[in-house]
T-cell receptor
C-alpha cells in the first residue's frame, strides 16, 4: 500500500529565505507526482507535475525533483515571499488504481515579512 | 477562465437531509473525480468516472452517490448527511487514467457544514 509522508508538518521562515519541502513515498510504481498549493479554505492549485521518467521540473521560483529509487521528492522555493504562505501537498498518481492521487498530509508554510 | 467549477462554494445542510454538490468542467476531460478533505487531513478519493464508467473506492460509504449525466457535469449526492460528513469536497478532472503526463485539475471546492 502506497504511503506518502511530508516533513516537516509546519515550517516558518523569514522572507527571502530559500527553502526545501520534502515528500517521501513507499512504492516507486507511480505515473507521476504533483505538487499542489492550498490556501486556507480553498481548493488545490497545481504547481508542478513530474512524470515518472523525469528527474525535475521548474516553474519560476519553484523547482521540484523526483528520485524514484529512493522514494523521495523535494520542492525547492527560492527567495520566499509572504505570498508563498500556504499548505503544500505532494500527491502521487499510482499505477493500476484508476489514476487516483494519493496525498501526503502537507507542509504548512509561513513566510514572515 | 475557470476550468473546473464547483457550486455552491459553501453548503449548510441539516443532519439527515439529502444534499447535492455540483461540478462542471470546460476542459472536455474524460475523467472526473470526487475527493473528500476533512479538516487538517489529506484529500481522500471517494470515486471517479471515466466517461460513463463509475468506479467506487472500496471504503466509500454507501451514503455517498454520484451522477455524471454528460461529459461536463458530475454531481455528488449525500443521501443522509451525518456530522462526520462535514468536510471540503473537491472535484478534479483529468484527460485520462493512465499515463505520466496526465495532470489532475481541481476546482475551488465546496465546504459542507452539517448542523
Amino acid at each position: 500500500k502506497q504511503e506518502v509522508t511530508q516533513i516537516p508538518a509546519a515550517l516558518s521562515v523569514p522572507e527571502g529565505e530559500n527553502l526545501v519541502l520534502n515528500c517521501s513515498f513507499t512504492d516507486s510504481a507511480i505515473y507521476n507526482l504533483q505538487w499542489f498549493r492550498q490556501d486556507p479554505g480553498k481548493g488545490l492549485t497545481s504547481l508542478l507535475l513530474i512524470q515518472s521518467s523525469q528527474r525535475e521540473q521548474t516553474s519560476g521560483r519553484l523547482n521540484a525533483s523526483l528520485d524514484k529509487s529512493s522514494g523521495r521528492s523535494t520542492l525547492y522555493i527560492a527567495a520566499s515571499q509572504p505570498g508563498d504562505s500556504a499548505t503544500y501537498l505532494c500527491a502521487l498518481r499510482v499505477d493500476n488504481q484508476g489514476g487516483k492521487l494519493i496525498f501526503g498530509q502537507g507542509t504548512e508554510l509561513s513566510v514572515k515579512p | 477562465d475557470a476550468m473546473v467549477i464547483q457550486n455552491p462554494r459553501y453548503q449548510v445542510t441539516q443532519f439527515g437531509k439529502p444534499v447535492t454538490l455540483s461540478c462542471s468542467q470546460t476542459l472536455n476531460h474524460n475523467v472526473m473525480y470526487w475527493y473528500q478533505q476533512k479538516s487538517s487531513q489529506a484529500p481522500k478519493l471517494l470515486f471517479h468516472y471515466y466517461d460513463k464508467d463509475f468506479n467506487n473506492e472500496a471504503d466509500t460509504p454507501d451514503n455517498f452517490q454520484s451522477r455524471r449525466p454528460n461529459t461536463s457535469f458530475c454531481f455528488l449526492d449525500i443521501r443522509s448527511p451525518g456530522l462526520g460528513d462535514a468536510a471540503m469536497y473537491l472535484c478534479a478532472t483529468s484527460r485520462g487514467l493512465a499515463g505520466g503526463s496526465y495532470e489532475q485539475y481541481f476546482g475551488p471546492g465546496t465546504r459542507l457544514t452539517v448542523t
